[in-house]
């Protein structure tokens, strides 16, 4: 059966530029979820989004990181004016909604920023 | 502030063997622990969890073991095999609803080597 797909799975931009990255969840888990793993770090936390509201942004790092999530289904992380920070590995994952502990997750799309 | 420790960032164990891998947390509200497994270029994926409520889940060649009080858990895998060679990410949340609840917070993750 489908997994949760990302693309693209590499970016390469240059510093300044807007990136939009995709995620298509499985279908009909109502919760999806942004991380992002830097070089040498876990996974952090950006997003949560039960349908199409996201009750917690607390994890965004900055104002230039925004996410929304459309018919309950894709979701597209954007990033304003990269920067080299931002290089990242960004993983969406996503579950059933009582199922939160088991999340499925996608590939991931490398973003390098230079 | 980590907290989700994984303080071996790489264990070697021979084939056949026990590998025990550690994590450590600091945040007395979590009360669910999951381990993922993740190969390189793909996403991590579940293999095992835990609540607070259990000292001990097993699955197949997988156990986790939950120490409260000493605020550790460890998976273990008997007997280990070339292809669980990956990065295992210990992971907790807090298991009922409130703020969090959803949120998982991973530790760094330990890259095992099993050697043939």
């Known amino acids: 059966g489908a997994g949760v797909s990302q693309s693209p799975s590499n970016k390469v931009t240059e510093k300044g530029k807007d990136v939009e990255l995709r995620c298509d969840p499985i279908s009909g888990h109502t919760a999806l979820y942004w991380y992002r793993q830097s070089l040498g770090q876990g996974l952090e936390f950006l997003i949560y989004f039960q349908g199409n509201s996201a009750p917690d942004k607390s994890g965004l790092p900055s104002d230039r990181f925004s996410a929304e999530r459309t018919g309950g289904s894709v979701s597209t992380l954007t990033i304003q004016r990269t920067q080299q920070e931002d290089s990242a590995v960004y993983l969406c994952?996503?579950?059933?909604?009582?199922?939160?502990?088991?999340?499925?997750f996608g590939p991931g799309t490398r973003l390098t920023v230079t | 502030d980590q907290q989700v420790k994984q303080n071996s960032p790489s264990l070697s164990v021979q084939e056949g063997r026990i590998s025990i891998l550690n994590c450590d947390y600091t945040n007395s509200m979590f009360d669910y622990f999951l381990w993922y497994k993740k190969y390189p270029a793909e996403g991590p994926t579940f293999l095992i969890s835990i609540s607070s409520i259990k000292d001990k889940n097993e699955d197949g060649r997988f156990t986790v073991f939950l120490n409260k009080s000493a605020k550790h858990l460890s998976l273990h895998i008997v007997p280990s095999q070339p292809g669980d060679s990956a990065v295992y990410f210990c992971a907790a949340k807090r298991e009922y609803s409130g703020a969090g609840s959803y949120q998982l917070t991973f530790g760094k993750g330990t890259k095992l080597s099993v050697i043939p």
């Open positions: 994952a996503s579950s059933l909604y009582d199922r939160v502990g088991e999340q499925y």
